[in-house]
């Protein structure tokens, strides 16, 4: 078997690196430990872009995204198509990849996870030509993410505080949004949305899971409709998500689907995709790409049912 090389693409400003003081010879160190061969690329005077077509262009058979979703959804994007795996190193603040694929959080422990990992295929999800490894949101969401920006890396108790009030104020101001929805295999609707999103796969339903994925390999997307969000809504949904009982909340609706066009009145279209605040041209295109995307994960994981190696 021949045996895996890697480039590293590491964040130091993702949020976990930048907390836990990880630094580019910390990783080589584990790497090395594990008599894994690894070049570790943390230049800041070179663009992301730069740096990912130089990792392209190596002869590494594995790219490893050592930071948050968005960077792990900006390696994807590059790796979808081509003959190269991708490992994450999960060194953001929500690490939704790393937590459905199983990938340990801690950094020693991810690292010494590739030493026996295994490729796996997963799908991922487009619009308008451009990759989404989650989901994309349009509404109320992405205007509230904007806010979290604000914070982040604030850990003030003063600052916390501020975007909650933030949170709730906006809530309690947002419009519904009319929206045009029109699956790839059904008839055209109109809706007057508070939020709609499309994910990759479906989210599971389970005592305390919050936005979990046990399978990404269904070749499915879903379309989450929010009706409603007031602080009431919010209050149930949050709890019902808890208890695992979420996908019968009133103010909600969810569906299967191939594909989908979602039109907006205005042209440009602020989304969070994959948790990266954007701006998109209406009409929306969402297609999903069934296992165009290789993964390296953890053995145990390639061993549970429904998941395939490649």
Known sequence: MTKK????????????????GVSAESIKDLFASHELHATVDARTDVTFTSRLADAMASDASVIVAAGGDGTITAVASALVGSEKSLAILPLGTVNALAKDLHVPLNL???????????????????????????????????????????????????????FVRYFFRRL??????????????????LERVQAIAVASNS??????????????DRGVLTLYVLRHLNAGDFFRLSTNMLLGRWRSDEALSMESINGVVITTKKGLVKVMLDGEVQALQSP????IRPRALSVIVPTEVATQPNVEAA
């Open 172 to 189: 309690s101001r947002a419009k519904r949004l009319a929206i045009a929805i029109e699956p790839l295999e059904g008839e055209r609707r």
């Open 284 to 287: 929306l295109n969402f297609s």
């Open 203 to 216: 989210y599971d339903e389970g005592l305390g899971q919050f936005f979990s994925r046990g399978s990404l």
């Open 108 to 162: 020693p422990a991810a690292i010494a996870a590739l030493a026996t990992g295994v490729e796996h295929r997963i799908d991922v999800g487009e619009v308008n030509g451009q990759i989404f490894l989650h989901k994309v949101v349009i509404g109320l969401i992405p205007g509230l993410a904007a806010g979290r920006e604000h914070i982040r890396g604030k850990q003030t108790f003063s600052a916390k505080i501020g």
């Open 5 to 20: 090389t890697y480039y590293v693409l590491f964040n130091a400003n993702a949020g976990t690196a930048i907390a836990t």
